[in-house]
């Protein structure tokens, strides 16, 4: 069974403590093993180190920072240098990789792809997804179908495809939502851990910047079946 690294970018002790119980509840016990960007204390000048054991990698999102300001928030441009060792071994390696909102911005950053912001366009709560025909045909989407809900807490969208990545799926807002960049590698803008629950609280109590008159809330139950998949591709992969 494969190890999870999970990779947070978070500075808030809250907000990484609601990150890392979301991510507890979809996986078994010992599954997972957390590190945050915003620290200089591990490896991340050694790859093969901080992976060691590690079977998959998940890219965490961030209640702290918006990639569209790269070069404007001295610790997230930290945060970013530290991981882009990383990220090279993960794609010359093809190593397991799951970019969740942040993460999956992350990803297309350091892709060369422009991520925007769109202050007056947030979405957030219940929105459904659909999948491309190469979505149909991801492992990471295994029978799911073709329309099904997901939570989303975003303003920054990954703004084009990275070249010879492929498109895996759309909402009404956000055309990018799911990146397939490599045979193992993929990334989504919403959160498949999330239920909605927690979604609503973070968008009506804790940051009321993403509500907006067309946010609605609702169960998704199909989504943490995403991450049952990735584990599975990763299991596949035998790299632990």
Known sequence: MAKILVIQFRNDDASKEREQKRFNVCFA???????????????????????????AVILG?????????????????EALMRVEKLINY????DFPTLGVCFGHQTIAHFLGVKIEHHDNLPEAGAVEVKLMPAGRKSLLFADLPENFLVQMTHK??????????????????CPIAAIG????????????????????K???????TYNS????????????KILKNFLLIANKCNRF
């Not at 016990?29 to 079977?55: H, I, M, R, T």
């Not at 993960?90 to 390696?93: S, T, V």
């Not at 920054?156 to 807002?173: F, H, R």
Request: net charge negative; hydrophobic share 30%; charged share 25%.
């Open 29 to 55: 016990l010992g599954e997972l093993e957390y590190v945050n960007a915003c620290s200089a204390e591990f490896a991340w000048d050694n790859p093969q180190k901080l992976l060691q054991s590690k079977g």
């Open 61 to 77: 999102g961030s209640a702290d920072f918006y990639l569209s300001r790269h070069g404007q928030n001295k610790e997230m441009d």
């Open 90 to 93: 993960l794609f010359q390696e």
């Open 156 to 173: 920054d969208y990954v703004s084009e495809v990275p070249q010879n990545c492929t498109l895996l799926g759309s909402t009404a807002k």
């Open 181 to 200: 960049y490599k045979t193992n590698i993929f990334g989504v803008q919403f959160h498949p851990e999330l239920d909605w629950e927690e979604n609503k």
């Open 202 to 208: 973070f968008v009506t109590e804790i940051n009321q």
């Open 213 to 224: 008159p067309d946010t609605h809330f609702a169960d998704s139950p199909l989504a943490p």
